[in-house]
């Protein structure tokens, strides 16, 4: 059976944690994970919002005739253009670095490949919406349209789409709502803030890092030949041989070496590179870091001090809420690589399943 080519729209932020909206569209769906502060899902606003893109998509695709099949799920099959258009939607059209690419177009393909399994795993458990639920949500929409005084036939043609498009729309939002109504109590929201404590609550990590650069143009054998120098360097520091001062100012290739490494405190969003503000907040006072990396290179991390944050549940409720939906979406799409069969192909950027490392 030839593959199905998936068609994607999706608001993704490169690096970050809690994805507040996403969506997925392809032949049989269309999906929508925003929620307000009580955790519903605003499948509605989100739908009228986002398609409002859907010319400005077609266009766009028009403009990347890239027809490489990069990934597969079950018959389903992912093109490296909707990967890259996906990703310079997310960048506002900025160019990335030649260092930082890879990373950002292997997690754009780990979002849609996370998402179509979510929706594969909806179809094969019987959870499809009921013919009453996509009237309900048919007239919700249709109400809507009325007080913008639009109507639904003048919407789909003003944006490009069938009816069939949008029936498969509102099915996705019908059926991801009851999901996140089932998942995210008060209880699971509560052990979520309390196992990601550190992450939510405004705490700060004082760190200093070693910073292994690879070569201009370095093929990925070097890459592997820096984390096997840092792993060499960080026990050499836990035997006592060499300080991590010492360390950073003898092979350090970034400007804080002059300080042995330090950089200062820094806040768990929005300053590094997710990858090594990940490691940083795991880390507890005096502790070095197993090798970590970013697009920018190798480290080496170690934790100097902890500043407790003094936010609670209640401070930082949307953030947990974004946090349980990632969480749930997860669980299902590891549960659905069992039935479905994720293939990459083509040499396109992924990561190495479970991960967040780059394949070599």
């Excluded at 739908?47 to 018959?75: E, M």
């Excluded at 806040?267 to 502790?287: N, P, T, W």
């Amino acid at each position: 059976m030839p593959a199905r080519r998936l068609h994607h729209n999706t608001i993704f932020r490169p690096g970050a944690k809690y994805p507040a909206r996403s969506v997925c569209r392809c032949r049989r769906h269309t999906e929508c994970a925003g929620y307000d502060n009580r955790g519903r899902c605003h499948w509605l606003c989100l739908l009228l919002a986002l398609l409002c893109t859907s010319r400005l998509v077609a266009q766009d695709v028009a403009a990347r005739p890239d027809d490489a099949v990069v990934a597969t799920i079950g018959d389903d099959s992912i093109h490296a253009g909707e990967v890259n258009r996906l990703l310079a939607k997310a960048t506002g059209g900025k160019p990335a670095t030649d260092a930082a690419q890879p990373f950002l177009q292997a997690q754009v393909l780990e979002e849609i490949i996370s998402r179509c399994l979510v929706l594969s795993y909806a179809r094969r458990s019987g959870a499809a919406a009921s013919a009453a639920e996509l009237a309900a949500a048919l007239g919700e929409l249709k109400a809507k349209l009325k007080s913008q005084h639009r109507t639904l036939e003048d919407f789909l043609k003003m944006r490009g789409i069938t009816a069939d498009d949008l029936q498969r729309q509102l099915a996705w939002n019908v059926v991801w709502t009851k999901y996140i109504a089932r998942y995210a109590s008060r209880e699971r929201l509560d052990a979520y803030f309390q196992a990601h404590r550190r992450d939510l609550d405004g705490s700060r990590v004082s760190v200093s890092q070693i910073l292994l650069r690879p070569a201009a143009g370095a093929a990925p054998a070097g890459t592997a030949a820096l984390l096997a120098q840092a792993e060499q360097i960080r026990q050499e520091i836990t035997a006592g041989k060499i300080s991590f001062a010492a360390a950073a100012q003898k092979y350090s290739a970034g400007a804080s070496r002059e300080q042995g490494g330090r950089l200062g405190p820094l806040a768990r969003h929005g300053v590094m590179d997710e990858a090594f503000s990940r490691a940083a907040f795991a880390l507890e006072v005096g502790e070095v870091s197993v090798p970590v990396r970013t697009p920018f290179g190798v480290h080496l991390i170690r934790c100097d001090a902890i500043e407790p944050g003094t936010r609670q549940l209640a401070d930082v409720r949307k953030e947990v809420e974004d946090g349980v939906a990632r969480e749930l979406m997860e669980k299902l799409a590891q549960v659905e690589r069992r039935f479905v069969a994720v293939k990459y192909r083509g040499g396109f950027p992924h990561f190495q399943p479970g991960t967040h490392e780059l394949a070599q």
